[in-house]
């Protein structure tokens, strides 16, 4: 699996800066959240999750923000390193559905 | 555990044509999803498949089509190939149950010419 060139918006952060990567979603009846990290020439990989109960959720080097308010969701990475770029997508589901639906993506370039 | 394994990793098809792509979900995983992803319209869900049944389908013309077999591998059928069927398709597979995350394989790049 390729990242297919996708016109992205894109993020062009310093190495050991800290990162953002914002997601407006729109289904009010979607209860789970996942952020997938896609590298070149490979399919998309699991980062983190959160449920629609919580606001926040903690991983190693990246946390998830969710806004049900005004359905956003952010995915900040700290201290950014060469192997974070990638493009980032997130995904929505619905309760009661298996299937995702996802963001346009967005490309983080890492500067060494 | 082996991960996600989506057979051929490449495909060059004509016009007309129809092609068959495969996917071995992660072991013990029941459920298998299909995505295509494009440059234009980005990862969009082709259909959901559990217990050799399909679940869920997007919208995609029935020119596309799955199946699953008894254990749990899945193929997905293109068929009168079109230019704009060329992307990049990708197979997930997830526990059953809520709130579980879906493993995606490597994906196979059709091309249709």
């Known amino acids: 699996g390729e990242s297919v060139g996708l016109h992205l918006p894109t993020l062009s952060v310093q190495e050991g800066d800290n990162s953002i990567i914002n997601c407006a979603y729109s289904?009010?009846?979607?209860?789970?959240f996942i952020w997938y990290k896609q590298e070149s020439g490979k399919g998309p990989q699991f980062i983190i999750d959160i449920r629609s109960n919580m606001d926040k959720r903690q991983g190693q080097r990246v946390t998830v923000l969710l806004n049900k308010t005004v359905k956003h969701l952010s995915l900040q990475i700290a201290a950014t390193q060469p192997g974070d770029s990638a493009v980032y997508f997130c995904?929505?589901?619905?309760?009661?559905?298996?299937?995702?639906?996802f963001g346009t993506g967005t490309r983080l370039t890492v500067i060494p | 555990k082996a991960g996600v394994t989506q057979t051929p990793r490449y495909l060059i098809k004509t016009r007309g044509q129809q092609v068959t792509l495969s996917c071995s979900p992660i072991?013990?995983?029941?459920?298998v999803s299909w995505y295509q992803q494009t440059p234009g319209q980005g990862l969009q869900f082709l259909f959901e498949y559990f217990s050799e049944t399909q679940r869920n389908k997007g919208n995609f013309p029935g020119r596309f089509s799955g199946r699953q077999f008894s254990n749990s591998r899945s193929e997905m059928n293109v068929s009168t190939l079109e230019l704009g069927d060329s992307a990049l398709y990708l197979c997930?597979?997830?526990?059953?149950?809520?709130?579980?995350?879906?493993?995606f394989g490597q994906g196979t790049r059709l091309t249709v010419v």
């Open positions: 995904a929505e589901k619905e309760a009661g559905a298996n299937n995702l639906f």
């Open positions: 072991s013990g995983h029941r459920s």
């Open positions: 289904n009010s009846a979607s209860d789970y």
């Open positions: 997930a597979s997830s526990l059953v149950g809520a709130n579980t995350e879906a493993f």
